[in-house]
């Protein structure tokens, strides 16, 4: 086994907000008790550990406020340790966010320049580096007009270049990885994948799981300040996403889908999951079969109904594009024909036979209504609509496969390959 | 301990803290005609018109046989020290929350900071002492003893880095305190050896003026730059210059890292 780089023993951090804004502040900086009722306190990580052995890459993951950047500005050095203890061996390297001193009216040169020397490199290693930056950057001639004069994508790729001049032992990127344009983000991924082939170790905070799943062999998982999960990167990602829709489904409908958000409510949806060969599942995997099952009763017998699912999309982490609109409904012809429900409880399968669209998060939004040919949909008189009724993830087979950029996958029903002809 | 750490990290950053201060110096004018001139010519054209002033519209005359011009020599050499002392207490409250970003963002030596700041406050004083110097020597007034200006000018540096950080940690906690300094400078330059004669205030005044410890710093350069001698106002000075950085170096290896907490 390899040396253990990072050691991360039942480390905490408080954050005080005190009352009186002035002695408050004094007692916590010379680390005076302060008395009690005079502060409000937040625990934004509580009691996490875990060590990095060398060569190892580990993603955090986690929800907003779940403590990823404060965790790894204690690492960094750049925020004092509460409780617990913090040990890294190795010269580390925090990219937290680009463009640190950057001056508008200075050159490209010359911000490459200053920006390495607050990165820690001396003047000789700079200039040393110089042209490689120029010509990650892909700046060329303009390298020596002033920064203000770039186009965005020209400052993207320059803070990035800068940035990964360093040559750390051990490397901290906290969502530092997704700029400029597809191209670039490639070259920006190999160039990673390149330090990390040559033994570097690293810590990686993302919201971007295919970003996580390509570099992290392995992942903590943080929920409010607490280390929840560690070990492999699927399961850590299986995990976070449970949590989100966990945490999704108490916010919206507290433990089950309960009375509809809009509609009369003859119908109501008790509870609505995805299945894959029998089994419950909340990541669905692009191009393979799998079955929405809903469940619910209706208050009334009903002789003509109709389902409607409407999926929608979220920023898909790789594509990076927003889908505001339905990007699909649930089937045509099969799941668009009426049918009947009786009073009581009824259970609800729609079998589809591949997952097309791209990668991300989606959600569904559900809504029941009568089936009579002179009906026309309103919110108000539908049986039952449920907004975010259902979220789920959407995954490439094969990452590496499937690139980046890719908005769906077109189902091939047959590659036939003629020679001679 | 930590304090001997603090003090051995800010003399091992001394390169990284000048090429900063290079940083700072650019980009002061960075994109104006006369660039980099700015930084002598305007303290140029600042004393060049105090002196005319005070030469030929206020003539002024604080008696006892002394000149025009010897009084101006006088509150020429009194300003060499007062520039940086003002200038650089004003700026050290602020010089945390300037850089608030920065220092969130990467691990950057704090202890550093002053350094640009004292070193762009000692600018102006460098071209007020050339024209103090074209003026003695017209006046054949320019003794041997300026030679010795270094030993000042070093404490001088060495007592407001400690000050500076003393500073930049109060200034973190009080914002007020950059207004307070800036108001205290600048009455405190009216009631200092910087403008005033012991001849003008009489004795009573002149020793009350002498508790504020600045009037002795003020003392000494003078020392040098008119050739006298008060050895009291160097113990004062040299004693002040020790407390000052050791009490700074002290507290700032305390909270070094508790200031990422609290910007």
Redo the contacts between chains.
């Keep these: 086994m390899t040396e253990i780089v990072i050691d991360v023993q039942a480390v905490e951090k408080h954050?005080y907000r005190f009352r009186n804004?002035?002695t408050g502040?004094?007692r916590?900086?010379?680390?005076v008790k302060p008395r009690p009722g005079t502060y409000e306190i937040f625990r934004a990580v509580d009691g996490v550990s875990f060590s990095v052995r060398r060569g190892e890459v580990v993603g955090i993951i986690g929800a907003n406020g779940s403590g990823k950047t404060t965790l790894l500005?204690m690492i960094?050095?750049?925020?004092?340790v509460d409780a617990g203890s913090i040990s890294v061996r190795g010269r580390?390297h925090?990219l937290?966010?680009l463009g640190?001193?950057i001056?508008p009216?200075?050159s490209g040169r010359?911000n490459i320049f200053?920006g390495g020397?607050?990165?820690?490199m001396s003047?000789a290693e700079i200039a040393e580096k110089l042209p490689a930056i120029v010509e990650f950057a892909e700046l060329g001639e303009f390298i020596d007009q002033?920064f203000r004069t770039y186009s965005s994508g020209m400052r993207a790729r320059l803070l990035f270049s800068i940035s990964m001049s360093i040559t750390p032992e051990i490397l901290i990127v906290d969502e530092a990885l997704a700029t400029g344009d597809v191209a670039f983000v490639q070259k920006c991924f190999h160039h990673v994948s390149q330090l990390l082939s040559r033994g570097v170790t690293m810590l990686f905070v993302s919201h971007s799981i295919s970003q996580v799943r390509q570099f992290c062999s392995r992942c903590i998982v943080l929920e409010k300040g607490r280390l929840v999960f560690d070990g492999d990167t699927d399961a850590a990602i299986a995990h976070y996403i449970s949590g989100q829709h966990r945490q999704l489904r108490e916010q919206t409908f507290s433990g089950n889908l309960g009375p509809p958000m809009l509609g009369t409510g003859e119908v109501v949806i008790n509870s609505m999951h995805l299945e894959s060969n029998g089994v419950r599942i909340l990541e669905v995997v692009i191009g393979e079969p799998f079955a929405l099952v809903i469940e619910g009763m209706s208050k009334t017998d009903l002789a003509a109904v109709r389902i409607c699912c409407e999926v929608y999309t979220q920023k898909s982490p790789v594509t990076f594009s927003y889908l505001p609109l339905p990007v699909a409904v649930f089937g045509a012809e099969e799941a668009a024909a009426p049918f009947v429900l009786k009073k009581g409880k009824w259970r609800i399968r729609i079998d589809l036979a591949a997952f097309t669209g791209g990668d991300g998060m989606y959600r569904i939004d559900v809504e029941m209504f009568p089936a009579r040919t002179d009906y026309h949909f309103s919110y108000e008189t539908c049986y039952c609509y449920y907004r975010r009724a259902l979220e789920f993830n959407a995954i490439y087979r094969d990452p590496r496969l499937f690139g980046r950029g890719v908005l769906a996958e077109l189902p091939v029903a047959k590659l036939a390959v003629e020679t001679d002809c | 301990m930590l304090t001997l750490a603090l003090m051995r990290s800010f003399v091992r950053q001394l390169r990284?803290s000048l090429?900063?201060t290079e940083?700072d110096l650019?980009?002061l004018y960075?994109?104006s005609v006369l660039g980099l001139s700015w930084l002598f010519l305007r303290p140029f054209v600042y004393t060049v018109g105090y002196v005319l002033i005070i030469m030929f519209v206020l003539k002024v005359r604080p008696g006892n046989g002394v000149s025009t011009l010897d009084y101006t020599l006088h509150i020429l050499s009194g300003m060499i020290a007062w520039q940086p002392l003002q200038r650089s207490l004003e700026e050290a409250p602020s010089l945390v929350r300037e850089r608030m970003?920065?220092l969130?963002?990467?691990?950057?030596p704090i202890e550093t900071l002053p350094v640009s700041s004292i070193i762009i406050s000692l600018i102006p004083a460098g071209v007020t002492f050339l024209i103090y110097a074209a003026l003695a020597v017209l006046q054949t007034q320019l003794t041997w003893s300026v030679l010795l200006l270094p030993i000042p000018v070093l404490l001088l540096t060495l007592l407001l880095t400690g000050a500076a950080w003393i500073f930049m940690?109060g200034g973190?906690?009080?914002r007020d305190l950059r207004e307070v300094v800036a108001v205290l400078m600048g009455i405190f330059v009216f009631l200092s050896p910087v403008l005033l004669t012991p001849e003008m205030t009489g004795e009573l005044l002149w020793n009350i003026i002498l508790i504020n410890p600045l009037a002795h710093v003020v003392l000494c350069f003078r020392d040098v730059l008119q050739g006298t001698f008060h050895p009291v106002s160097w113990i004062i000075f040299v004693g002040l210059t020790a407390i000052i950085l050791l009490s700074g170096a002290f507290i700032m290896a305390?909270?070094k890292?508790?200031?990422?907490?609290?910007i």
């Design positions: 954050f804004p002035i502040a004094l916590r900086m010379f680390r500005k960094a050095g750049l925020l004092p580390v925090a937290l966010a640190m001193g001056n009216e200075f010359e200053y020397l607050l990165l820690g003047r002033p | 990284f090429a900063i940083r650019r980009s960075k994109g970003e920065v969130r963002q990467i691990v950057y940690v973190v906690v009080v305390r909270v890292l508790m200031i990422y907490e609290l």
